[in-house]
């Protein structure tokens, strides 16, 4: 038998799922732009005889993908937010994030094998997930 507060809203799990395929789609696109950048600041100069951390492109590259790891992260965050328990939240926002850290990794072999013109492709497929999961995102019921 359930009582009032044991039930689960109406679309709820549809939500996170979206969530996290949103989220997710976001920080790919995101470490995408950033190894692009990375690619553009490269362009037409010499490697450095050693490697530097203070350098454009390493600057980048470090606070860029940082970056796009906490996007991806709180966008989850502020998406999750119907399921009103922030520990969950957390949980599967800090989920999307490294997650989508890792998903990111496909930017290298796009690199390598269609240059600069093969990660802007990947951005806009990944901005064209984001807005089609986002108009589906399921609007969730609770009940009264």
């Known amino acids: 038998m359930s009582q009032a507060g044991d039930e689960l809203p109406q679309g709820l799990v549809g939500r996170i799922i979206a969530a996290l ?4 789609a976001l920080g790919i696109g995101l470490q995408g732009l950033v190894t692009w950048a990375v690619r553009t600041l490269q362009q037409g100069t010499p ?11 390493a600057l980048v590259l470090l606070l860029g993908t940082l970056a796009g790891i906490l996007a991806s992260g709180f ?5 999750l937010a119907p399921i009103r328990n922030p520990w969950r939240q957390a949980m599967l926002a800090i989920i999307t994030g490294l997650g989508s850290f890792m998903l990111s990794l496909v930017t290298l072999p796009v690199d390598r094998a269609f ?29 009264a």
Not at 121 to 141: D, E, K, S, T, Y
């Open 75 to 79: 966008t989850a965050w502020m998406l």
């Open 47 to 57: 490697a450095p005889a050693a490697p530097s951390l203070t350098s454009g492109p």
């Open 21 to 24: 395929a949103f989220g997710a």
């Open 115 to 143: 240059g600069r013109p093969g990660l802007l492709g990947l951005i806009a497929l990944c901005a064209l997930a984001c807005l089609f999961i986002g108009r589906r995102l399921p609007q969730v019921r609770y009940p």
